[in-house]
């Protein structure tokens, strides 16, 4: 059955420069005449794709980097997000910022178009590791920025971090972690480095580090998060009770959600559908790839997502949002993970163990 999303994806193509580990879609240093292009298109998104979708909960901008726009580019997007779209009464309205494209003038227009909720990319403050993974650009002015967004209100925000890079150990990322935390952030992302195709890592001599030391990372994430109130609710999440990110737990458990800009997916209940990942193409109105699901195989895909959460999947709730009973679609395969203790299957719920956390995609393997 087709549902007006409520869910609203922004893909901002742009970055300062590349980062090496980087396999998102974005343009590195882009000419201002491609900026406006980009803003000139997505504003007719908005206004093509607005009357198909219900009053949005949900609106998450990420890239690339927003924060890399001009103060004057960053308030045409908000602008043409609020005046395109309706927002349900206490809607949850992130963007992803990286500190050193931020600056007070930005930070005034994303509190006078009501953005809630910010994502600062952060990823290790060690200067080696950060150099390891050629991430660009720099932490200048974080903890300025993070005082002015809570003095205007926003203080629901989150951070970004990688671990298992090259020669970390567990007091690296130890450190990485507690300075991160003493930012006071609700919410944190921590993600294994990992050498995706593609990108300038791949071919360098970038040895992963042990796997056991990655699980005892991933591990230790979870413990010095708890010592500051926050607690892991998705594989890579973790979040004060409460400040879980509302978009991504809606789209994990089968919500429609809407994507505009450069690669950016969309699904309505039946059908997906993703923008071509080149500017130019999106530019020219190119056609999205599309992916016309049964509703098996979409089951299917939702069971897998709502299993990386740690709450996993209430059986009534998949039945309502799906219209399978989850032990009638795939009984064989759950019986098999629950018996490799991958799985904990009760009368309500099926939710992951932490061994099920931790190979979440051998899970899935199964489940699809
Ligand atoms: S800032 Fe983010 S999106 Fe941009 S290149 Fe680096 S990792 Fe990729």
Request: proline fraction near 5%.
């Amino acid at each position: 059955m087709k549902h007006a999303p409520q869910a609203l994806y922004i893909h901002v193509p742009f970055c300062a420069a590349k980062c090496a580990y980087c396999a998102f879609y974005s343009l590195p240093a882009p000419a201002a005449a491609q900026r406006r292009q980009y803003l000139n298109r997505i504003a007719a998104e908005f206004a093509d794709t607005a009357p198909r979708t219900g009053p949005l909960k949900t609106v998450f901008i990420g890239g690339g980097t927003p924060s890399f726009l001009s103060d004057n580019e960053l308030r045409e997007l908000l602008q043409a997000v609020r005046s395109s779209f309706t927002f349900a009464p206490d809607a949850e309205f992130t963007i992803e910022c990286n500190p050193d494209s931020l600056n007070p003038d930005k930070i005034a227009v994303l509190v006078a178009t009501g953005v809630n909720r910010v994502s600062l990319g952060i990823q290790s403050f060690s200067p080696r590791f950060r150099a390891c993974i050629g991430r660009q650009g720099g932490l200048a002015g974080l903890e300025r920025h993070i005082a002015l967004l809570r003095d205007h209100g926003i203080a629901n925000l989150g951070a970004d971090l990688i671990y298992a890079i090259p020669g970390q150990t567990l007091a690296d990322w130890e450190a990485d972690l507690r300075q991160t935390l003493a930012l006071g952030v609700q919410h944190l992302s921590t993600y294994a480095l990992t050498v995706e195709e593609n990108t300038r890592l791949t071919g360098d001599a970038v040895r992963p580090v042990d796997e056991q030391l990655a699980v005892d990372m991933w591990d230790r994430a979870a413990q010095v998060a708890e010592s500051a109130g926050l607690r892991r609710y998705e594989v890579s999440n973790l979040a004060v009770p409460g400040a879980e990110c509302r978009h991504n737990l809606d789209i994990w458990y089968g919500a429609a959600y809407l994507g505009c800009g450069p690669a950016a997916s969309s699904y309505d209940g039946m059908t997906r559908w993703t923008h071509r990942s080149s500017l130019d193409e999106w530019l020219r109105h190119v056609s999205p790839e599309t992916d016309v699901l049964t509703p098996q195989a979409r089951a299917a895909e939702v069971l897998t997502f709502g299993l990386r959460t740690v709450a996993g999947w209430p059986r009534k709730l998949f039945r309502e949002r799906t219209g399978f009973d989850l032990v009638e679609l795939r009984g064989e395969a759950i019986a098999s993970l629950v018996r490799d203790g991958l799985l904990e299957l009760t009368p309500d719920v099926l939710r992951p163990t932490r061994q099920g956390l931790l190979f979440a995609d051998t899970v899935a393997e199964q489940l699809l």
